[in-house]
């Protein structure tokens, strides 16, 4: 992986606000959808397709791309915003979003959208298919990487530690997951709902490679994904602690805006609040 | 409209409730009724309207996490050792995720468990084709021993709930997200099993069940004006199904359209098919979502553009006509 240099990051971090600022305006438009997951996950978007995968968004079919799979598929308007900076269709689509006729369904469709590695939504079988994929490409000895984002939530799911089992089984070192340990879930916080106590323990104790990050740190991201790759017969799992909702602070860390979009009063409210951060950034004085 | 159904007369502006409340309601009237009734959720309590069970009864209420699969056979346990388990979640993870649980812990095990599946349809909408159910009346009609009930509102619901919980066996109670049109009241009658004629006819019958029963008695008002006698039959049980009524209407018109916010195979449809072909064998038509999966969108837009709409089901009504 390409070296991060300091301008590049910052530009990276310009880049996670300006995908912040979108998504609040994907939601308020669309009138529904998911606030928490994908505001919390936007520094991690932005270090993927603009650092850390091989991609071509002119051509999403290319054969070397590495793959991106999202299990948790609620958060996609994170990775549309994403797709639609780096290339993959216009920045203008953004706003259809959840409406008739649109590439951009409210859980991401496959074959809606071309980039779009799998279908999502109901949760919990990300990475079984990601792990299918890296099988394959393996079987092949094909050098790309397979990424799986999920969420801790889905993590109460059983299949998702099947998957956990059979990619420790075949060894699958071309397989980095992805996890947004950002503690709530829909009817709560996830130690009250479902305790997942130490993730750490229980991957380390399946038999992977665990390295746990500060979710908004985007080299600590880029670097994790790094050692991930330098890992010999194991798969690699960077557990990333985030913060729901990150950037715009009434909704911080609230169960609440897991599944709410703003109405106009709250998105204009918290596009001021991320302006403000932008001018930060702009200005160096965020590290 | 029957006179003797106490339904709601004035259908041109009805109020709008959630079939989700009414399973809500249902459940605290079930708890307070009878204390072996416990409440199971899979992180979805607010939206599956068990919020209120879970604060008035919260030592006989379950909460799983994100585990559908797990939720259906803990039910299952539960019910073996007494309990009357409500499990809720939405019906595209159960009874969709959990079929094979359910099929087993549940059914062919006899086990006293009900299943509501919220967001059923298509009128979930925005949330796209990952979540909404077009399949799961099929999934839960095909098990030996599941009672299968459609409710068509918020009042019918309620009471669905209530009557699962005092007969014995598994049921699936099939929900849905949005507010739909209030038709019953509380003394409309409801019987497990027992069909309902909301509006006589002579030319042709829909059967019907759900919030699309609403779309099939404007489409026969409607068609009263073209001189086209529609009766309506609120087919709220699908399975066990009532041949009876629907004996009755198929021999009386002899020509039958079906309605349903579901896959025409496999549901309403299929199961009167299945039943007339057998009995009494009459021209068919569907109404429901051919053999498709489902979008984003505003519900109102997709129950149009999926054929389900008044207008749709109207020219079901005189394709069927023309085919007597
Ligand atoms: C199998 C399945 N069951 C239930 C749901 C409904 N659901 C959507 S998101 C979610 C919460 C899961 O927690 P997490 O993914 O950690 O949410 P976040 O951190 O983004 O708020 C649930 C239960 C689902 N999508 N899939
Ligand atoms: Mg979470």
Not at chain 1, 139 to 153: H, I, L
Not at chain 1, 201 to 225: L, M, T
Not at chain 2, 129 to 154: F, K, N, S, W
Not at chain 2, 211 to 239: G, P
Request: net charge neutral.
């Amino acid at each position: 992986m390409e070296e991060l240099h300091e301008t590049k990051l910052k530009q990276l971090e310009l880049k996670a606000n300006q995908i912040r600022q979108d998504i609040i305006a994907m939601l308020v438009e669309a009138g529904s959808g998911h606030s928490a997951g994908p505001l919390g996950m936007a520094d991690i978007f932005v270090a993927l397709y603009f650092h850390v995968l091989k991609h071509d968004p002119r051509h999403p079919e290319w054969p070397g791309r590495d793959r991106l799979v999202l299990s948790n598929g609620h958060i996609c308007p994170v990775r549309y915003a994403a797709m639609a900076h780096a290339g993959y269709f216009p920045i203008s689509e953004l706003k259809t979003l959840r409406k008739l006729g649109t590439r951009l369904q409210g859980h991401p469709h496959r074959l809606a959208l071309p980039g779009m590695e799998t279908t999502s939504g109901p949760l919990g079988s990300g990475l079984s298919q990601a792990a299918g994929m890296a099988l394959a490409l393996k079987m092949d000895g094909a050098p790309n990487r397979v990424y799986c984002a999920m969420s801790d939530g889905e993590h109460d799911a059983g299949q998702t530690w099947e998957a956990v089992m059979f990619a420790a089984k075949y060894k699958l070192n071309n397989l980095t997951g992805i996890i947004d340990r950002n503690n709530i879930q829909i009817d709560g916080y996830t130690e009250d709902i479902m305790p997942l106590d130490d993730l750490k323990d229980k991957y380390e104790s399946f038999n992977w490679h665990v390295i746990e990050i500060n979710g908004h740190n985007i080299r600590e991201f880029v670097d994790a994904c790094a050692t991930a790759q330098t890992i010999f017969e194991k798969p690699a799992v960077i557990i990333a602690h985030t913060i729901p909702g990150k950037g715009v602070d009434f909704m911080e860390s609230k169960f609440e805006w897991h599944g709410k979009p703003p109405n106009k009063e709250e998105a204009a409210a918290a596009l001021r609040e991320l302006r403000t951060l932008q001018g930060q950034i702009e200005a160096g004085h965020i590290d | 409209m029957n006179p003797n159904l106490y339904l709601i007369k004035y259908l041109l502006k009805p109020e709008m409730k959630a079939t989700r409340d009414g399973y809500g309601e249902g459940l605290v009237l079930a708890g307070e009724k009878n204390k072996d009734v416990v409440v199971l959720c899979a992180d979805l309590t607010e939206s599956t309207r068990s919020l209120a069970f879970q604060k008035k009864f919260p030592e006989r209420f379950v909460e799983l996490g994100v585990a559908e699969q797990n939720m259906a056979s803990v039910a299952a346990g539960m019910s073996l050792a007494g309990k009357i388990p409500f499990v809720s979640s939405y019906a595209t993870f159960s009874p969709g995720r959990n079929n094979e649980q359910i099929r087993t812990t549940i059914a062919y095990n006899e086990a006293n468990v009900k299943i509501a599946g919220a967001h059923a349809g298509i009128s979930v909408g925005p949330d796209g084709a990952t979540h909404q159910a077009l399949e799961d009346i099929g999934l839960m009609r095909m098990l030996p021993g599941m009672t299968v009930i459609v409710p068509c509102d918020y009042e019918e619901a309620k009471k669905a709930t209530m009557a699962a919980a005092e007969i014995i066996g598994p049921v699936y109670l099939r929900l849905g997200r949005e507010k739909t049109p209030l038709m019953t009241t509380f003394d409309t009658p409801f019987k497990i099993g027992r069909a309902e004629v909301f509006k006589d006819g002579r030319d042709a019958v829909i059967f019907c069940c759900g919030s699309l029963v609403y779309n099939a008695v404007k489409a026969a008002l409607d068609l009263e004006s073209e001189r086209i006698s529609a009766a309506v039959i609120n087919i709220h049980t699908i399975k066990p199904l009532d041949g009876e009524t629907i004996l009755k209407y198929a021999r009386r018109t002899k020509a039958a359209v079906t309605v349903e916010e579901h896959q025409i195979y496999g549901g309403l449809g299929g199961a009167v098919a299945e039943f007339l072909a057998k009995e009494f064998p009459v021209p068919l038509e569907f109404i429901g979502v051919n053999d498709k999966f489902g979008e984003s969108g505003r519900p109102d837009e997709l129950i149009e553009k999926y054929g389900m709409g008044v207008a749709a089901i109207k020219k079901a009504v005189k394709r069927v006509l023309a085919r007597k």
